[in-house]
């Protein structure tokens, strides 16, 4: 079955980087689109970036432009995302999901399209 385990996450100064990592098994890691959402508590989790199959396209929150990068190792079976310029309004639980679906949803991060998700890792960023 589809595994999905996130790694990376802790705490941070405003203005640090993390790299976060997620390790996916049990299908075809190339098959599918990968994405990172955050949650916090309280709040609806949101879309932060999404990645192709093959890693040519990706997409962000507006939130994460500038700031965030998310890739890919399709040889390791890894998806990352790199976070620079931190922020406090940045801390929350970071999750990764996977999804196979054939619309164009996923680019948007549409959560309905991502059956697929890890446990998630916190991120906290202090000022």
């Known amino acids: 079955q589809v595994q999905l385990v996130e790694s990376g996450g802790g705490l941070v100064q405003a203005g640090g980087s993390l790299r976060l990592s997620c390790a996916a098994s049990?299908?075809?890691?190339?098959?599918?689109?990968m994405g990172w959402f955050r949650q916090t508590p309280g709040e609806e989790r949101e879309f932060v970036a999404v990645?192709?199959?093959?890693?040519?396209?990706?997409f962000y929150a507006e939130s994460a432009k500038g700031r965030f990068t998310i890739s890919r190792d399709n040889g390791k079976n890894t998806v990352y995302l790199d976070m620079n310029s931190l922020r406090p309004e940045d801390t929350a639980v970071y999750y990764c999901?996977?999804?196979?679906?054939?619309?164009?949803?996923?680019?948007?991060?549409?959560?309905?399209?991502?059956?697929?998700w890890g446990q998630g890792t916190q991120v906290t960023v202090s000022s």
């Open positions: 999901a996977a999804s196979f679906s054939a619309s164009l949803l996923w680019r948007m991060g549409a959560r309905t399209v991502f059956p697929y």
């Open positions: 049990g299908y075809t890691f190339s098959s599918a689109h």
């Open positions: 990645i192709s199959r093959a890693g040519g396209d990706t």
